[in-house]
Antibody, heavy 118, light 107 residues
Framework: EVKLVESGGGLVQPGGSLRLSCAAS????????MHWVRQAPGKGLVWVSR????????SYADSVKGRFTISRDNAKNTLFLQMNSLRAEDTAVYYC???????????WGLGTLVTVSS | IVMTQSPATLSVSPGERATLSCRAS??????LAWYQQKPGQAPRLLIY???TRATGIPARFSGSGSGTEFTLTISSLQSEDFAVYYC??????????FGQGTKVDIK
């Protein structure tokens, strides 16, 4: 069974940093692209970032470019999102999701809540 | 690519048919997915390739369309189908873009 479990969310002040993790199991992690998608309270889904299977290529939404960094450790089956210079508008549930080249997001984690507030 | 869903809210009685629409601002070929999200839960993939049901998805869910116009049909709504539905294009990226969602609620 594919399982994705996010962690690392919490309350952080504006301008602060947070590192999210996503532990993967039930599939060959190193074969798949991984994404971060966020959802602000009461709002829709917004794609944040993507990393390919060997970490040689990454992509970011314009709203987070230069502030967020996606990475992965294929030996530990874990995806990361380093979030710096956090703003109130970054407040959201952050989901990790599995996909591939020209593939949809087949599997999602349960999400971790990030709240940016003073 | 901007994805536009309609209507924003659809009120349907159990057992009735629901038809949800999704329009892309430019062609996404058949690289279109539909997701279901219930309150407090993660999204779940329903349909990909515009018309292929994901594993374990009941046959009452069907998708159609290509290019810029897509439809998700739920043939006979069950109580567990009341949720928010999102379309997503994965043809022209980055970014991967979602529609704003259609909420299906009980009439």
């Amino acid at each position: 069974e594919v399982k994705l479990v996010e962690s690392g969310g919490g309350l952080v002040q504006p301008g602060g940093s947070l590192r999210l993790s996503c532990a993967a199991s039930g599939f060959t992690f190193s074969n798949y692209w991984m994404h971060w998608v966020r959802q602000a309270p009461g709002k829709g889904l917004v794609w944040v970032s993507r990393i390919n299977s060997d970490a040689s290529s990454t992509s970011y939404a314009d709203s987070v470019k230069g502030r967020f960094t996606i990475s992965r450790d294929n030996a530990k089956n874990t995806l990361f999102l380093q979030m710096n210079s956090l703003r109130a508008e970054d407040t959201a549930v952050y989901y990790c999701a599995r996909s591939g080249y020209y593939l949809p997001f087949h599997n999602w984690g349960l999400g971790t809540l990030v709240t940016v507030s003073s | 690519i901007v994805m536009t869903q309609s209507p924003a809210t659809l009120s349907v009685s159990p057992g009735e048919r629901a038809t949800l629409s999704c329009r892309a601002s430019q062609s996404v070929r058949s690289n279109l997915a539909w997701y279901q999200q219930k309150p407090g839960q993660a999204p779940r993939l329903l349909i990909y390739g515009a018309s292929t049901r994901a594993t374990g998805i009941p046959a009452r869910f069907s998708g159609s369309g290509s290019g810029t116009e897509f439809t998700l049909t739920i043939s006979s709504l069950q109580s567990e189908d009341f949720a928010v539905y999102y379309c997503q294009q994965y043809d022209n990226w980055p970014p991967w873009t979602f529609g704003q969602g259609t909420k299906v609620d009980i009439k």
